[in-house]
């Protein structure tokens, strides 16, 4: 496993050719890219400023809107292959998404095959270019609160939904707010049965003093910060099954937004040092 920084996830929208240096300076090994802004940047550029600072490009978010109506999802998967081509030029071969675990419109078999057909044409061309694709579940209860069609929540519902994609480059995005609050546990990860089966992972923390039923799912903590969430058994598990890939704090701290880019920074590697398994 290594450190990877999303400045993103930080509350700084930073570009990469202007946060790579600061991601190195404070020990980052990766930096984890916005495709629809980063690839401005020309990619040999992009591949000078990874050597210069010795990162590795880790990763990119779909860039395709695959939730709405066909137009919308039409003209992203039109583009689709132009970022692939770019990831790949500068290293990368892991793309994330996540789903939402509710619905509306469509009850859950409906909307299982609605997703089954859009994800598998993104990891097809994926799979052209040797990059996986990985697929984040939502776990927090009050997500589901009041809703029509309850959806994909937890590990076993996702599994499913990669089988079912069956391109054989599809693994989960595990995030340890959404693991811990969709009741999965330690002895779940032998439900995994090797390192390609996780793309990435997530780790922060969750307010102190509130019952899991009422945890919102943007409201969170740095790393370790509060003890909430169980995080030395997630990297327990991440390891048990030989993962090698990033790790990204996503805390979407209030205070984090309100700092200085680079403090920023240093507050997070300082947070995601303190709970780095030893």
């Not at 404070?26 to 990874?50: A, Y």
């Not at 859950?108 to 993104?122: A, D, G, I």
């Not at 370790?224 to 099954?241: M, P, R, W, Y």
């Amino acid at each position: 496993m290594y450190k990877a920084l999303a400045p993103d996830c930080i509350g700084h929208p930073i570009p990469f050719k202007e946060s790579a240096a600061i991601a190195a300076k404070h020990g980052f090994e990766g930096i984890w890219f916005n495709l629809p802004r980063d690839s401005k940047t020309d990619i040999s550029e992009t591949k000078e400023l990874l050597g210069k600072y010795n990162l590795k490009a880790a990763g990119f978010a779909l860039p395709v809107e695959y939730r709405l109506d066909d137009a919308t999802y039409d003209e992203g998967i039109k583009g689709l292959e132009a970022y692939i081509r770019y990831a790949k030029e500068v290293g990368m071969n892991r793309c994330i998404t996540w789903i939402y675990p509710f619905s509306d419109t469509m009850n859950y078999q409906e909307n299982f095959e609605f997703h089954r057909k859009r994800l598998t044409v993104s990891a097809e061309i994926l799979k052209e270019y040797e990059m996986s694709l990985g697929l984040e579940f939502l776990g927090p209860p009050k997500l589901r609160k009041g809703v029509k069609f309850e959806f994909i929540h937890n590990l076993d519902q996702m599994m499913e939904l990669c089988n079912a994609i069956g391109t054989n480059n599809v693994g989960l995005l595990l995030d340890v707010w959404h693991w811990d609050l969709a009741g999965q546990t330690y002895a779940d990860f032998k439900k995994l049965p090797n390192e390609k089966s996780v793309v990435l992972a997530h780790i922060m923390d969750a307010p102190a003093g509130v019952p899991v039923d009422e945890q919102e799912d943007l409201v969170r903590c740095l790393p370790g910060s509060t003890g909430v969430l169980k995080i030395q058994d997630f990297f327990k598990g991440l390891q048990d099954i030989g993962y090698t890939g990033p790790v990204v704090a996503e805390p979407f701290a209030k205070e984090l937004g309100e700092m200085s880019f680079e403090d920023a920074v240093i507050a997070v590697k300082t947070s995601v040092d303190k709970v780095w398994p030893k």
